[in-house]
């Protein structure tokens, strides 16, 4: 089977991949959700003419020029307006966020106001007209649409429903991908390893990518090498309605990669297998109902980056999301060999260095060695046949972090 480009292997998993559907959560459970519908503001805010400041309402005409002479009619407090209209030389004492009474036309604030006693003040500032009011409707009228659909619930956003007058937000239902570890040589951390073990490691960083686009992770932990514990573990997933399943390991061609067989076992229809990448080119894709199926290639390192590049995207997408890869333009801190037919994502160091990004790659790049890539920011992706290229030239590194 010929080895899938990259680009078109992403196409293929995200094709048909729409978002989810909606479901009703409380305000105060929102934040970081994706709106499944607009938000229309189901009232005008503020309702009325409001006072912007602490301070007096009065008739600008009567407050043109300064030092003049004004009696205090009333009081109005937010919450609470005042009744009776505002006359000739009069003014209401007034506080921020309380009605305009009838007749004011500006607020003079309290600063430029000294207080004569006997319901006397002195304004010794002019203010013009319309000074310190916020007229009905500033913020929004009652039917606008306020926030698109699929916008992320971020605390603008949360605090704007609210004013809306919204308890309970349409959001996209969060995507579950159940993920399934295989090998009998592992075991969870925290454990005591016999002498051909190692510890179970790829599920926390593939969970940890899941949920940093929104989705829930279902760790359902270790399979033996044996058809009927993988095929175990996936009966599980399915019964948890999971969107996508993700098996770890067992993708590749030894006698013991038994994933393929259970899977298809299970009625899953394969879509690629093996692609044009390096890490992650026993890659296998397939659908099984709804059921997305992405298995991910054991080595740790290839399974974090199939996990970027394949499974954020589609998470993100089933979520309601818009996904897009921080890729930038950097300049080559060392010198890197002529590519083969793999597309390459070369874990590598990126700084900034006179105004610049460089990106050195580190020497060894095992798929094993997760430390390396804890330690990178970036991956310098190099083309199917890139040519050999120089210290400076320039390359395209996908940010991590
Ligand atoms: N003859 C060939 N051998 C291999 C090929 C190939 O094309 N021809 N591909 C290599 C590549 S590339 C990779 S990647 C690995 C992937 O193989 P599998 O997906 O079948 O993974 P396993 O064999 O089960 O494991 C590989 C490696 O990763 C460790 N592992 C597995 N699961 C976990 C886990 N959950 N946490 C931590 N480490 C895990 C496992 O112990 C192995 O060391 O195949 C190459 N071989
Ligand atoms: O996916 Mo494998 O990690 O290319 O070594």
Redesign the pocket.
């Known amino acids: 089977m010929a080895l899938v480009p990259v680009a078109e292997a992403l196409e293929r998993l995200l094709e048909g991949a729409l978002a989810l559907p909606g479901e009703s959560v409380a305000l105060a459970d929102a934040a970081g959700r994706v709106l499944a519908e607009p938000v229309v503001a189901l009232r005008t805010q503020p309702p009325f003419n409001a006072s912007a400041m602490d301070g007096y309402a009065a008739r600008a005409q009567d407050v043109a020029s300064a030092p003049v002479r004004l009696s205090v009619i009333g009081m109005a407090p937010a919450g609470r307006g005042f009744d009776g209209t505002v006359g000739k030389a009069q003014a209401v004492r007034i506080f921020t966020g309380a009605p305009l009474p009838e007749g004011a036309d500006t607020i003079v604030i309290q600063e430029n106001v000294r207080d004569l006693g006997g319901g006397q003040i002195e304004v010794t500032e002019p203010t013009a007209k319309e000074r310190n009011i916020r007229r009905r409707g500033l913020d929004f009228a009652q039917g606008d649409v306020l926030l698109e659909k699929g916008r992320v619930l971020d605390p603008a956003a949360l605090s704007l429903a609210a004013s809306a007058n919204h308890p309970t937000l349409n959001v996209v239902q969060r995507p579950l991908v159940a993920i399934i ?3 009998d ?2 075991l969870p951390p925290g454990s005591a390893l016999g002498p051909d073990q ?6 926390y960083g593939v969970a940890a990518a899941a949920q940093s686009v929104g989705a829930r992770a279902l760790d359902l932990g ?1 399979a033996a090498d044996r058809k009927e514990a993988i095929a175990a573990l996936v009966k599980k997933a399915v019964a948890a309605k999971a969107d996508v399943i993700v098996t ?7 006698d ?2 038994l994933v393929h067989d259970v899977l298809t076992g299970e009625g899953m229809t394969l879509d690629f297998w093996k692609l044009a990448m ?5 890659l296998m894709f397939g659908r099984l109902g709804d059921i997305r199926c992405i ?6 390192v ?2 974090l980056v199939c996990s970027q590049l394949f499974l954020k995207p589609l998470l993100a997408q089933l979520g309601g999301r818009v996904h897009r890869q921080d890729v930038r333009l950097a300049q080559l801190g060392a010198a890197m060999p002529a590519n083969d037919l793999r597309q390459d994502y070369v874990r590598a160091v990126v700084s900034e260095e006179a105004g610049a990004l460089v990106a050195t790659p580190f020497g060894i790049q095992d ?2 060695m997760l430390r390396m890539l804890a330690d990178a920011n970036g991956l310098i992706v190099r083309a199917p046949f890139a040519p050999a290229a120089a210290v400076g030239t320039e390359c395209r590194v996908l940010m991590l972090r």
């Open positions: 570890a295989t090998g040589e592992l190692i510890i179970s490691s790829n599920a270790i770890l390991g067992g993708a590749s061609v030894g013991h990669d390096r890490p992650g080119k026993p298995g991910l290639p054991g080595n740790p290839a399974s798929s094993s």
